[in-house]
């Protein structure tokens, strides 16, 4: 079963059940929702992924001078709308400007299904960027992230432990979403939100490869700049500097045992094989690295 294939819709049927579990969902203010109309349109979205820098990215974005601060850096209007409409998501963003633009950074986009579709059904000529970073260090810092907001509780060892024979076999999405399971659906997803390919390629079915840039995570740590240039010429925005030191969104540091590693780098060797051959270019991860 592939990902977003006719076998895997029943997935979005039971898209309802994010509203019975997902808390904190707020609405804009007052004031945003009653002058949506003046407000702008994001310029681009970036897609995902989750723990891939894109915190550090909307840090960068915001030296930009025509750059316009959205009411949150997490839209997470097209994974969790149950029917989108344009006036509505405006309403996260700031009023219109002569030369500014605004963006909307919502890292669970790639790996909720419809969102790409609600995405392409507002905005046909969307342009969209994907950040994807080594997934083996990626699992490792989404179970210190779950730790840290009190999601997680399990040892290291006791969290990933079911997870290595439930998803061997599964692709992504080919389970009905419930209110039951829908926690783990959005959180502790370690291995799967690693599982890139197939999200990239729901997004490419969808909007067209040429729409997508895809920048790898350790690349643009190390050379900033020249990311951020190529970034501004794909999204159609002015070049600027960084000019500042790269903050990356860290979590607190965390004894990993050499074992869970290594076994993290040889179930992903053959994921990322396959996406290094679509891609027609290789990332420094793993054996790479």
């Given at each position: 079963?592939?990902?977003?294939?006719?076998?895997?819709?029943?997935?979005?049927?039971?898209?309802?059940?994010?509203?019975?579990?997902?808390?904190?969902?707020?609405?804009?203010?007052?004031?945003?929702?009653?002058?949506?109309?003046?407000?702008?349109?994001?310029?681009?979205?970036?897609?995902?992924?989750?723990?891939?820098?894109?915190?550090?990215?909307?840090?960068?974005?915001?030296?930009?001078?025509?750059?316009?601060?959205?009411?949150?850096?997490?839209?997470?209007?097209?994974?969790?709308?149950?029917?989108?409409?344009?006036?509505?998501?405006?309403?996260?963003?700031?009023?219109?400007?002569?030369?500014?633009?605004?963006?909307?950074?919502?890292?669970?986009?790639?790996?909720?299904?419809?969102?790409?579709?609600?995405?392409?059904?507002?905005?046909?000529?969307?342009?969209?960027?994907?950040?994807?970073?080594?997934?083996?260090?990626?699992?490792?810092?989404?179970?210190?992230?779950?730790?840290?907001?009190?999601?997680e509780t399990r040892s290291i060892k006791n969290a990933f432990?079911?997870?290595?024979?439930?998803?061997?076999?599964?692709?992504?999405?080919?389970?009905?979403?419930?209110?039951?399971?829908?926690?783990?659906?959005?959180?502790?997803?370690?291995?799967?939100?690693?599982?890139?390919?197939?999200?990239?390629?729901?997004?490419?079915?969808?909007?067209?490869?040429?729409?997508?840039?895809?920048?790898c995570s350790e690349k643009f740590f190390t050379a900033p700049?020249?990311?951020?240039?190529?970034?501004?010429?794909?999204?159609?925005?002015?070049?600027?500097?960084?000019?500042?030191?790269?903050?990356?969104?860290?979590?607190?540091?965390?004894?990993?045992?050499?074992?869970?590693?290594?076994?993290?780098?040889?179930?992903?060797?053959?994921?990322?094989?396959?996406?290094?051959?679509?891609?027609?270019?290789?990332?420094?991860?793993?054996?790479?690295?």
């Amino acid at each position: 079963m592939t990902f977003g294939d006719e076998n895997s819709q029943h997935m979005l049927h039971n898209q309802n059940n994010l509203f019975t579990v997902i808390k904190n969902t707020k609405k804009p203010n007052i004031w945003a929702q009653l002058s949506t109309f003046w407000r702008m349109s994001p310029k681009f979205i970036v897609l995902g992924a989750q723990r891939c820098g894109t915190t550090t990215f909307f840090e960068i974005l915001q030296k930009h001078p025509d750059f316009r601060v959205p009411l949150r850096k997490e839209i997470h209007y097209f994974d969790l709308a149950q029917n989108p409409k344009k006036l509505d998501y405006q309403a996260w963003f700031p009023l219109k400007k002569a030369d500014g633009f605004t963006v909307d950074i919502t890292p669970s986009y790639i790996f909720v299904p419809w969102a790409t579709k609600n995405t392409a059904r507002m905005f046909p000529q969307m342009r969209y960027l994907l950040f994807l970073r080594d997934p083996a260090e990626r699992a490792l810092s989404h179970y210190r992230k779950e730790l840290r907001t009190g999601r997680e509780t399990r040892s290291i060892k006791n969290a990933f432990a079911p997870l290595w024979e439930c998803q061997k076999n599964l692709s992504c999405f080919n389970a009905p979403v419930s209110a039951s399971n829908m926690s783990f659906w959005l959180h502790k997803h370690y291995l799967l939100r690693g599982h890139y390919l197939e999200q990239l390629q729901n997004c490419e079915k969808i909007v067209g490869k040429n729409n997508i840039m895809i920048i790898c995570s350790e690349k643009f740590f190390t050379a900033p700049q020249k990311h951020i240039d190529l970034i501004a010429e794909f999204a159609g925005i002015k070049k600027w500097s960084t000019n500042h030191s790269i903050h990356r969104n860290k979590t607190e540091k965390l004894s990993v045992p050499g074992d869970l590693k290594k076994r993290l780098q040889t179930y992903y060797k053959p994921l990322n094989e396959s996406l290094f051959n679509h891609l027609g270019h290789r990332f420094p991860w793993g054996d790479d690295a």
